[in-house]
T-cell receptor
Framework: DAGVTQSPTHLIKTRGQQVTLRCSPK?????VSWYQQALGQGPQFIFQ???????QRGNFPDRFSGHQFPNYSSELNVNALLLGDSALYLC?????????????FGSGTRLTVV | GQQLNQSPQSMFIQEGEDVSMNCTSS?????WLWYKQEPGEGPVLLIA?????ELTSNGRLTAQFGITRKDSFLNISASIPSDVGIYFC???????????FGTGTRLQVFP
């Protein structure tokens, strides 16, 4: 039973560029949430997708956007990259309404902005 | 962003010792979660607590939901080298799936 799959595992981008990160949820899960984890910090909630719509959002600028596809997989897009966007980006999947109890996290994508 | 405060920030202990860590918040939570994160991996759920005063165990791990609902505690008994990692508390904001994470406690176990 595959868990949450994220790609790529590592990425290096230049300031001002755009990046797309991908996530496939655990089998049976229909909700995908994205978190940003800066070095030495706990994860910070970016947003959550369910039924192909953004349902909840954290305190992140509009440069951060996402998408969910009919097969429940999701993408996180970040435009106009800043050095401060360097972080581990985690995808978490759950069944709708059970995220607080049943999140399964992926191993993350390590983004470095230079 | 909002975070829960965890202490201690880091711990260096010898194999076999017991470990205690805690998590505090200025806000009430109705659920407390404890996660462990190892290098290069995402957080893995260890224990979930749903009721004030609740005490729940998972093997050598025991966690408690504070009576005030503003804190939680995690104990690890007879630590072993594979306990190494960062332990995070977390809780969902009221009526949402948005998890707020703590600042983390880094645990190192020496043989």
């Amino acid at each position: 039973d595959a868990g949450v799959t994220q790609s790529p595992t590592h990425l290096i981008k230049t300031r001002g560029q755009q990046v797309t990160l991908r996530c496939s949820p655990k089998s049976g899960h229909d909700t995908v949430s994205w978190y940003q984890q800066a070095l030495g910090q706990g994860p910070q909630f970016i947003f959550q997708y369910y039924e192909e719509e953004e349902r909840q959002r954290g305190n992140f600028p509009d440069r951060f956007s996402g998408h969910q596809f009919p097969n429940y997989s999701s993408e996180l897009n970040v435009n106009a990259l800043l050095l401060g966007d360097s972080a581990l980006y985690l995808c978490a999947s759950s069944s709708q309404g059970e995220g607080g109890y049943g999140y399964t996290f992926g191993s993350g994508t390590r983004l470095t902005v230079v | 962003g909002q975070q829960l405060n965890q202490s201690p920030q880091s711990m260096f202990i010898q194999e076999g010792e017991d470990v205690s860590m805690n998590c505090t918040s200025s806000s009430i939570f109705n659920t407390w979660l404890w996660y462990k994160q190892e290098p290069g991996e995402g957080p893995v759920l260890l224990i979930a607590l749903y009721k004030a005063g609740e005490l729940t165990s998972n093997g050598r791990l025991t966690a408690q939901f504070g009576i005030t609902r503003k804190d939680s505690f995690l104990n690890i008994s007879a630590s072993i080298p594979s306990d190494v990692g960062i332990y995070f508390c977390a809780g969902p904001l009221y009526n949402t799936d948005k998890l707020i994470f703590g600042t983390g406690t880094r645990l190192q176990v020496f043989p």
